[in-house]
């Protein structure tokens, strides 16, 4: 019975990520130009803070309500233990987006989730960062676990506005990974080894490795954005 549960999650993992990745590929389908200043670990858009200002990144919800409000908790619980526990970073604000709100605007949506722009290019874009928390159109296995797909999903996302691109694309990711989720490269800078356990990488058996930075994310993280 458990190897069934196992198996089930597998399976319901396997189907929720060839979603995402089905979702996902046309962000990386624009016309070369448009991403070239982009990469793994995307030289040109990471963000950027003068001098020894506070890293502060604002995050803010262009629909907030009650239906999505347990999801705006899980979202932003796992950032701030993921993301901006492991770097010098803090994320602020986590409140309704105001018209001209600067930084990472998040909506909710049912479809599949994705960023409109990597890293500080997606500062201030509206409807920047797309998320789900319903899963009846996209990512259907997901109504089974619920929390788990929000958190992880939302972290992953987080990774591409840090400026993180999928781990998969880059040129030394071994062939059978390559050929099965590779999407073809752009300009990038490797700041670590080809990481399988990165929650960027599709290849991941644990699906955004279950939400979580793996040793190598954590490194990539804290070369642009410093240690805590
Ligand atoms: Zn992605």
Request: glycine share 8%; proline share 5%; net charge positive.
């Amino acid at each position: 019975m458990r190897l069934c549960f196992v198996v089930l999650i597998a399976l319901q993992a396997a189907l929720a990520s060839s979603a995402a990745a089905q979702q996902e590929n046309f962000i990386f389908r624009g016309k070369p130009s448009e991403y070239e200043d982009y990469g793994y670990a995307v030289r040109g858009a990471a963000w950027r803070f003068p001098g020894d200002a506070e890293r502060v990144l604002v995050v803010c919800w262009e629909n907030p309500t009650p239906a999505n409000e347990q999801a705006r908790r899980w979202v932003q619980d796992q950032i701030t233990k993921t993301w901006q526990r492991h770097t010098a970073l803090e994320f602020r604000g986590w409140q309704a987006c105001a018209a001209r709100n600067k930084g990472i605007r998040i909506r909710f949506n049912d479809e599949g989730p994705h960023v409109r722009k990597f890293g500080r290019l997606l500062d201030g874009v509206s409807n920047g960062m797309i998320l789900n928390h319903t899963f009846r159109n996209w990512g259907a296995s997901c109504q089974s676990n619920l929390e788990a797909c929000v958190r992880s999903i939302a972290a992953h996302e987080f990774g591409h506005a840090l400026g993180f691109a999928h781990e998969q694309n880059r040129p030394d990711t071994p062939g059978e990974c390559s050929r099965k989720h590779g999407q073809g490269q752009t300009r990038e800078t490797m700041l670590t080894p080809y990481d399988p356990q990165s929650i960027m990488n599709y290849c991941n058996p644990d699906y955004n490795n279950h939400g979580e930075l793996s040793a190598l994310d954590i490194k990539a993280a804290q070369k642009l954005y410093g240690a805590p």
